[in-house]
């Protein structure tokens, strides 16, 4: 963890292959970090740009007013579109329930309980350390707590959904104990046993890098032009992407720190603070956390920054560009794209995309009326209860002169005859309220789509409990309803948020630092490194989670079909040859996952030798790192017992490695000698039975007759096609 991050690179480059790839890199940095605003046409450029911004954003107003009435209705809040006005004050969480059980339902589908969510497709080989790296990413950006279920609330509410790109860096100051061995330069003055080992404090600052995945609320998106069918077709037609930023004074100086904006205009932003918002944008996230009971505090400033991405002539060519507004005359930054893959961070796709219009529309849209009317019901209806609850006395006062003395009380005697006085019951209107409500809920249900498999409850119908076909019937509309869904969403955001992952890790990953984090596969991934032309060529990066999770029966029939694959003879099929390997890694992928994958089912191209100064580099980091049958074992030994005596082994590897290496050894010199008997004796011995405990060819693995199968396994009966619908009971 101390150790030199120059030590930390696997084969170095010759020195003028590193100083002609460093030149490179610095060329095309100061290139894309090169200040342009300072160009007076590229100013003009700029602030004609926040003239088309400005005018967007007022032109989406209404839009954004209308989802923060959407946003109402899922937090629960009345508000002045109620039509009833009583002394009940309730909202029935209809619409609430309903997206929360979308969110649920798709959420879970998207990510599939054996935790394989990533596919990478090669021409060449099978990049497990790369599938393992980016499950890793999606584990620290926090894909399935926070991101999914956030873009997919705001799908269904907003009507579109929206993440921005970025990459997060944090430093570590840590400290740990090490374990050393006196020498004569610590303590030249004091005789100290060599043999008798001590505890020193070391101390190091470690970098935590990963991609950051941030949802945006709609209101603070804005594509010209409106028209577009993605992001990159408004750049390429001249239009552009604008994202809302509100930054306090600590965020615009450390930006200024950070060399992001020019110190004195960012000066003149902070001067200039103003709590009111200079477009009237509504502010969605204040609006829920005021929602959760959290207020902001009285005379918090920020400030309003427009980030926008568009294509200027720059030097002749058409470059997309980085600016950052913060006002109509103040142009904070205007900077080449910073990105290597040269595209822009922002992801967008509607829930319901309109023929000629670039953003959706809301699910809520269509049923903000009929939850108004369900509060309307279930208010008057509780009104009436009150009055029903509480019976009515009727009594003739000429007759009973002390009705002042009738009070409702425990044990209370009122004195008038029992003829004169009368109860009277007020109409139960509250049941007819309460079916108003039933008949929106199942209304407001029906055009999100949620049915009943998808609530805690199942159906239940008047007269007794619904049949098994009704039941299929639901599971199966449940099916073709989320599969509609998240097949969308992975085409439109989770595969492009994976494509991104490759991006940054590719431009902002320091090899030292990731193989100190991820081990042996931060080894593997230096080996591995894709080059940005070649990330849509050779390499592509899908999510598979929506397709893991699509059929329970798929792994038995692939278990069942590669046992009849490898019994058709060589024959049958001349001019081809089988492989088995891709069937058995994707296997054994779906089955453990592409972590613990690549440890049973290992390629012997991995297992070529490292050098042993490599290893000792790993060893002084705490790292298990494996033996290869390639290995000099002696080399080894010798340099890696250099390295334990100078760096010392406060975890054990150095000896354990060392250890593997031994015996290696022996076992090399008993193969050797066993190979020299066996050529004595006159060839080998024999051979095993052919099948060797393996079951008969085109036949299925199975266990005894009247055994057990696996927790969870389908019945040999009950495989079907997970698009039919099952048949009822005496059908």
Same mark, same amino acid.
């Given at each position: 963890m101390a150790s030199d991050p120059k030590k930390l690179r696997q084969e170095p480059a010759e020195p003028d292959e590193r100083e002609e790839a460093a030149r490179r890199r610095f060329d095309d940095m100061s290139e894309r970090d090169e200040e342009l605003c300072n160009d007076k046409e590229i100013d003009d450029a700029c602030l004609d740009v926040y003239k088309d911004v400005e005018k967007?954003?007022?032109? *989406?107003?209404?839009?954004a007013n209308a989802q923060m009435d959407y946003w109402d209705i899922y937090n629960c809040e009345l508000g002045a579109k109620q039509f009833y006005s009583g002394n009940s004050k309730i909202f029935i969480p209809i619409v609430h329930d309903a997206v929360n059980a979308r969110v649920t339902r798709f959420v879970n589908q998207i990510f599939p309980p054996s935790g394989k969510n990533v596919e990478v497709i090669t021409s060449e080989n099978h990049p497990e350390a790369m599938m393992a790296l980016l499950e890793f990413y999606i584990r620290k950006a926090r894909l399935r707590s926070a991101v999914l279920p956030a873009l997919l609330k705001n799908g269904d509410i907003e009507g579109q959904r929206n993440v921005y790109m970025g990459w997060i860096k944090n430093k570590r100051h840590v400290t740990w104990r090490v374990e050393k061995k006196p020498t004569v330069e610590d303590d030249p003055d004091i005789e100290l046993d060599e043999d008798e080992p001590y505890w020193d404090i070391e101390e190091d600052t470690i970098e935590h890098a990963y991609p950051d995945v941030e949802v945006l609320p709609d209101a603070d998106v804005l594509v010209l032009p409106f028209t577009a069918r993605s992001v990159e077709e408004a750049i390429a037609m001249g239009g552009s992407a604008t994202v809302l930023r509100r930054w306090s004074k600590s965020r615009i100086k450390q930006l200024i720190r950070d060399g992001e904006i020019d110190k004195d205009k960012g000066e003149i932003l902070i001067e200039s603070f103003s709590k009111r918002d200079a477009a009237g944008t509504p502010d969605k996230q204040q609006a829920i956390v005021d929602s959760a009971g959290i207020k902001s505090e009285s005379g918090k400033l920020f400030a309003l920054v427009y980030e926008t991405w568009t294509m200027l002539n720059i030097d002749g060519e058409r470059r997309i560009c980085r600016m950052r507004f913060g006002g109509e005359k103040l142009v904070l930054t205007?900077?080449?794209?910073?990105?290597?893959?040269?595209q822009v961070p922002l992801l967008s796709s509607p829930t319901n995309r309109v023929e000629g219009s670039f953003k959706g529309r809301s699910e809520i849209k269509n049923i903000e009326t009929i939850q108004y009317a369900a509060n309307d019901a279930v208010n008057e209806a509780m009104d009436s209860a009150a009055y029903a609850l509480?019976?009515?006395? +009727? &009594?003739?006062?000429a007759k009973n002169p002390r009705v002042g003395s009738m009070i409702l009380s425990v044990a209370a005697v009122w004195e008038t005859n029992p003829k004169d006085t009368q109860f009277a019951q007020f @109409? @139960? %209107?509250?049941?007819?309220?309460? !079916?108003?409500?039933?008949?929106?809920?199942? *209304?407001?249900? *029906? &055009? %999100?789509?949620v049915n009943p498999a998808m609530m805690p409850q199942q159906t239940q119908q008047k007269g007794g409990k619904p049949t098994q076909a009704q039941v299929a019937q639901e599971q199966q509309v449940d099916v073709l309803t989320t599969a509609d869904v998240v097949t969308g969403l992975e085409g439109d955001m989770l595969t492009p948020i994976l494509r991104w992952f490759v991006y940054l890790d590719h431009q902002f990953r320091d090899? /030292?630092? &990731? %193989?100190? *984090?991820?081990?042996?596969?931060?080894?593997?991934?230096? +080996?591995? !490194?894709?080059? @940005?032309v070649q990330m849509d060529r050779r390499w592509e990066v899908k999510w598979f989670g929506v397709e893991a999770a699509r059929s329970a029966q798929q792994m038995q029939l692939q278990m069942a079909g590669l046992n009849m694959v490898r019994g058709i003879p060589p024959q049958q099929y001349q001019g081809f040859e089988l492989n088995l390997a891709p069937v058995l890694q994707t296997f054994l992928e779906n089955l453990f996952g592409p972590r613990v994958a690549g440890e049973v089912f290992q390629d012997i191209r991995k297992r070529l030798s490292m050098q042993p100064e490599f290893e000792n580099t790993m060893l002084e980091a705490g790292f298990q790192v494996p033996v290869s049958p390639l290995d000099n074992d002696q080399e080894h030994l010798k340099s890696h +017992?250099?390295?334990?005596q100078e760096h010392g082994d406060p975890t054990g590897a150095f000896r354990e490695h060392m250890m593997r290496h031994q015996m290696q050894m022996q076992q090399k010199m008993q193969a050797q000698m066993a190979q020299a008997a066996q050529q004595q004796m006159g060839g080998p011995q024999g051979q095993q039975g052919a099948q060797g405990g393996q /079951?008969?060819?085109?036949?299925?693995?199975?266990g005894p007759r009247g055994g057990q199968n696996p927790p969870g396994v389908i019945h040999q009966d009950r495989l079907r096609d997970a698009s039919a619908m099952p048949r009822a009971r005496g059908m």
């Open positions: 967007g954003f007022s032109d *989406q107003w209404e839009r205007c900077k080449r794209n910073p990105y290597w893959c040269d509480l019976p009515i006395v +009727m &009594t003739d006062p @109409p @139960p %209107l509250w049941k007819d309220g309460f !079916e108003i409500v039933q008949s929106c809920k199942q *209304q407001i249900f *029906q &055009t %999100l789509g090899k /030292p630092l &990731t %193989l100190r *984090q991820f081990g042996m596969v931060g080894k593997e991934m230096n +080996m591995q !490194e894709i080059e @940005p +017992m250099q390295a334990f /079951p008969r060819v085109g036949a299925r693995s199975n």
